[in-house]
Every structure is written in structure tokens, then in C-alpha cells.
Nanobody, 117 residues
Framework: QVPLVESGGGLVQAGKSLTLSCAASGSIFSINVMGWYRQAPGKQRELVAVINSGGSTNYADSVKGRFTISRDNNAENTVYLQMGSLKPEDTAVYYC??????????WGQGTQVTVSS
């Protein structure tokens, strides 16, 4: 069973919006933090946004004011990333991330987001 299943990536024009979603399977227990990282070609994986079970969020400076992370704890731990005012530099593979209360980490398979200029 895949622990984290992502959806919503694709090709979009600059300035447009896109929403990613990630659902954690029932095999993961006591998730504390969920979020998104991204990796562009030739670059290291970087944090985009995370949210904890209490609703506190943290964003990369590059996406503040443009991206919004939210979490539905009632929907089997589903996390969303609403991406607005997309820029070509947002092009990357986006990975869903989960951290349990026992500090075990999980990663999704990644979903490609491509922003054309």
C-alpha cells in the first residue's frame, strides 16, 4: 500500500493557479506534520510548506503570499497545496511529506508541476 498518494500536478501558464492534494493511507498512524517539498532539475529538494496537526504552518519565503497549505484531518489525513500566481521558477517535482509522532517520515512518489512563461 502506497503510504502517500499525490494528485493535481500538471502544466500551467505563469500567473495561473493549481492545487495539489495528498492523501495518507490508513497504514500511517499518528501523523503530526504533513507538507510539501519540491525538487527542480539540478537542485536540492527544498521545503515548500508544512502544516502540523494543530494547524500551524510554515512556508518557504519564495512562496509566501502565493501558496496556501491546508489539511483535512477528518479525511484520512489529506493535505492540500493551493498554488497561485505561479512562476516558471515554481517548476519542479513536488513531493508530499508526512512525519509521525514517533518521528518516522514518509514521502510520496512526486508529482510534476510545470509552469510555462
Amino acid at each position: 500500500q502506497v503510504p502517500l498518494v499525490e494528485s493535481g500536478g500538471g502544466l500551467v501558464q505563469a500567473g495561473k493557479s493549481l492545487t495539489l492534494s495528498c492523501a495518507a493511507s490508513g497504514s500511517i498512524f499518528s501523523i503530526n506534520v504533513m507538507g510539501w517539498y519540491r525538487q527542480a532539475p539540478g537542485k536540492q529538494r527544498e521545503l515548500v510548506a508544512v502544516i502540523n496537526s494543530g494547524g500551524s504552518t510554515n512556508y518557504a519565503d519564495s512562496v509566501k503570499g502565493r501558496f496556501t497549505i491546508s489539511r483535512d484531518n477528518n479525511a484520512e489525513n489529506t493535505v492540500y497545496l493551493q498554488m497561485g500566481s505561479l512562476k516558471p521558477e515554481d517548476t519542479a517535482v513536488y513531493y508530499c511529506y508526512a512525519l509521525t509522532s514517533r518521528f518516522r517520515t514518509y514521502w510520496g512518489q512526486g508529482t510534476q508541476v510545470t509552469v510555462s512563461s
